[in-house]
């Protein structure tokens, strides 16, 4: 089993800044990818940015240029640095780990319970 410990959300004013970050523990055997999603009220749950264990990185257009997704494969941990945030941004946000079990490699999907991320003036 696989707990994911989320810190970092909170409330912010627009062109502000936040870090996300996301903590894996259990147990598996690697980490294969670690990313965040996001739900705004209303709205479908949608990727924000994902980063696999070789280094590659994926964005939403709507945050390139403005969130930087990082992995550190040592401390099992993911971190979402987001600046010049929008009213738009505001959304609960949801790590993601696909970590590869100890026999077999099985492919097992965690979730995290979610941070808020509210921006307003």
């Known amino acids: 089993q696989v707990q994911l410990a989320e810190s970092g959300g909170g409330l912010v004013q627009p062109g502000g800044s936040l870090r996300l970050s996301c903590k894996a523990s259990?147990?598996?055997?690697?980490?294969?990818?670690m990313g965040w999603y996001r739900r705004a009220p209303g709205k479908q749950r949608e990727l924000v940015a994902s980063?696999?264990?070789?280094?590659?990185?994926n964005y939403a257009d709507s945050v390139k240029g403005r969130f930087t997704i990082s992995g550190d494969s040592a401390n099992n941990t993911v971190s979402l640095q987001m600046n010049s945030l929008k009213p738009e941004d505001t959304a609960v946000y949801y790590c993601?780990?696909?970590?590869?079990?100890?026999?077999?490699?099985?492919?097992?999907?965690?979730w995290g319970q979610g941070t808020q991320v509210t921006v307003s003036s």
């Open positions: 259990g147990n598996f055997f690697s980490i294969a990818a």
């Open positions: 993601n780990v696909a970590t590869l079990t100890a026999i077999f490699r099985s492919k097992v999907v965690s």
């Open positions: 980063v696999t264990s070789g280094g590659s990185t």
